[in-house]
Nanobody
Framework: QVQLVESGGGLVQAGGSLRLTCIVSGRIDIINAINWYRQAPGNERELVAGITNSGSTRYAESVKGRFSISRDNANNMVYLQMDSLKPEDTAVYFC??????????WGQGTQVTVSS
């Protein structure tokens, strides 16, 4: 089993910044990548950013240049630094531990609200 706990969400004005943290525990050795997803009301859950065990990263086009994902392997944490936030970034953000292409573990989510 793998547990993921997100923190760092909140209310911020447009143009502001937030840093989300995902703490990973349990069988972290079976996880191949950590991803951040988000889901806004009425929308499907979408991939925001991801980082593999080797440190390779990927980003959604909508956040490239504004968001940055990083990991602290010593403390089993993954961060999502979000700068230049826009109202359309408002969503619940989920940390995802990818076991393989068919199965992932999920955190409970943290709300990010960006006011205009």
């Amino acid at each position: 089993q793998v547990q993921l706990v997100e923190s760092g969400g909140g209310l911020v004005q447009a143009g502001g910044s937030l840093r989300l943290t995902c703490i990973v525990s349990g069988r972290i050795d079976i996880i191949n990548a950590i991803n951040w997803y988000r889901q806004a009301p009425g929308n499907e859950r979408e991939l925001v950013a991801g980082i593999t065990n080797s440190g390779s990263t990927r980003y959604a086009e909508s956040v490239k240049g504004r968001f940055s994902i990083s990991r602290d392997n010593a403390n089993n944490m993954v961060y999502l630094q979000m700068d230049s936030l826009k109202p359309e970034d408002t969503a619940v953000y989920f940390c995802n531990g990818e076991y393989n292409r068919y199965f992932s573990y999920w955190g409970q989510g943290t709300q990010v609200t960006v006011s205009s």
